[in-house]
């Protein structure tokens, strides 16, 4: 038995003798998960994510790597952890003795904070992680990146009428306040929210050509960028004061309640929000809600919302030529595409006018399309027209209120996400300009 241990001992030994011989032959070089690491666009002077790649000793004896260094050193921005070792800008960006044994690996942490470039337009940051071993052998793993200088807004207030145009992006830090009695007109102009800002309009706001979304420009997954996630930001939100809302030629995505407006005293000859060829997509909340407010949607597309698309509640509202599509990927507790109501909680709020002509309402659900009435003397007038509608055909009395309705069921050969061009659940990538076998060509916001 002593002599079993005794052999036991001996070979562990020797394993370990194994184990700790380092060659510097020339011949014996690392290999990597990654010849090069490139990061999402970011921000001039925004820290990135953080990325990683491995350095593998892939043969029968240990390695040392003498030195480990940025080419350009601290000139480019980029911030590298090797094996838990920093490589410190002020000791010229490199970290030196770094040991992997046989078969074995470390891995490699890399950032990017990039200064302000020249360029107005996205620039190329590019350096190399420069492994120098015992033997003198050199071997690189580029990193590059593109930088995209931006504004900064922190918790900025407009107190007097203003307008903003640039072609360089906004980035909104803790909120953009309009206040009473002043309007906001963005023209031509790409705002990104960092997490939980949005737009608190008190006063009038005016969009035109314009995009709001996160800031968010890396990715969640290696197939999935941020861009496609629901929830970046607060959303746009007109208070019971503000006056008015023109959205026109605009897109809003990934926001947790995109457009909502606050009840507010109802002039039904004046349009509070009037939203024209524009998109709501991918919204963790609603995509628009209304309450007793006078709206007029025309050529819009309104899709993808964990809450209902769009909801009205009270009020006077116009839908003509638009698309309203129900296909939120991240819940099956899923809103509708559409919902209309006289009440909201305890309160009676008279909808004196729906009218939607020329509009396909749609989703994955065989019911995507709801009215709710409460047994008041509220008024509760709607009118649908020239609509695809996925909703149990009507044949009660109000079927006076359709008039030539494609009625969609699941049994139709081409429904639900069938009209469209592409609906790809995989990667969260969706078109909703219709297919040629659509049965709604001629309706929609892409007729």
């Known amino acids: 038995m002593k002599r079993i241990f005794y052999i036991l001992i001996v070979a562990m030994i020797v394993a370990c003798a194994d184990d700790d011989n380092f060659s510097a032959c020339p011949a014996l070089h690392l290999s990597f998960s990654s010849d090069t690491v490139s ?5 001039s002077r925004t820290p990135s994510a953080t990325y990683t790649f491995w350095v593998r000793n892939n043969n029968d004896e240990g390695l040392r790597i003498a030195d480990i260094h940025l080419s350009r050193r601290n000139q480019t921005g980029f911030r590298v952890n090797v094996d838990g070792s920093y490589l410190d800008n002020s000791l010229g ?7 992997i044994r046989r078969n074995d690996s470390i891995l490699v942490f890399v950032e990017l904070t990039s200064s302000q470039a020249s360029n107005p337009e996205p620039t190329m940051v590019e350096d190399d992680l420069v492994f120098v071993l015992e033997s003198g052998l050199q071997q690189k793993v580029n990193l ?5 200088n931006a504004e900064k807004l922190y918790d900025h207030v407009i107190t007097s009428d203003q307008l903003i145009e640039t072609s360089t992006p906004i980035i909104i830090y803790g909120g953009l306040k309009v206040e009473e009695g002043a309007t906001l007109t963005l023209r031509n102009t790409t705002l990104f929210f960092h997490d939980k800002a949005g737009i608190d309009v008190f006063g009038s706001l005016i969009l035109e050509n314009c ?3 996160g800031d968010r420009l890396d990715r969640m997954f290696a197939y999935l960028p941020y861009d496609r996630v629901s929830g970046q930001w607060s959303g746009v939100h007109f208070h019971e004061s503000s006056l008015k809302g023109v959205i026109s030629g605009t897109e809003i995505r990934n926001a947790c309640d995109a457009v909502v407006l606050d009840s507010a005293a109802l002039d039904t000859t004046k349009v509070r929000l009037l939203m024209q060829n524009s998109v709501i997509h991918n919204s963790k909340g609603y995509g628009l809600k209304a309450v007793n407010s006078r709206v007029s949607l025309v050529n819009c597309q309104f899709t993808n919302t964990l809450s209902d698309c769009v909801s009205i509640v009270g009020g006077v509202a116009d839908i003509t030529h638009c698309t309203l599509a129900q296909f939120y990927p991240f819940s099956a507790d899923r809103g509708v595409a559409l919902r209309f109501a006289n009440f909201e909680d305890s309160s009676d709020i008279p909808l004196l006018r729906l009218n939607c002509s020329a509009s396909i309402v749609t989703g994955y659900d065989e019911d995507v399309m709801m009215g709710l009435v409460r047994d008041t003397v509220a008024a509760f007038e709607y009118r649908f027209s020239d609509m695809l509608l996925r909703t149990p055909k009507v044949t009660t009395a109000d079927s006076l209120r359709f008039s030539n309705i494609i009625w969609e069921t699941p049994k139709d050969s081409i429904e639900g996400k069938k009209h469209f061009r592409t609906i790809d659940e995989d990667n969260l990538f969706y078109d909703f300009h219709l297919d040629s076998v659509s049965t709604a060509l001629g309706l929609g916001c892409y007729y």
């Open 211 to 213: 995009v709001l979304r």
């Open 39 to 43: 990061l999402d666009t970011l921000f």
């Open 93 to 99: 960006s490199q970290v030196n003795d770094i040991e």
């Open 144 to 148: 590059r990146a593109w930088t995209w």
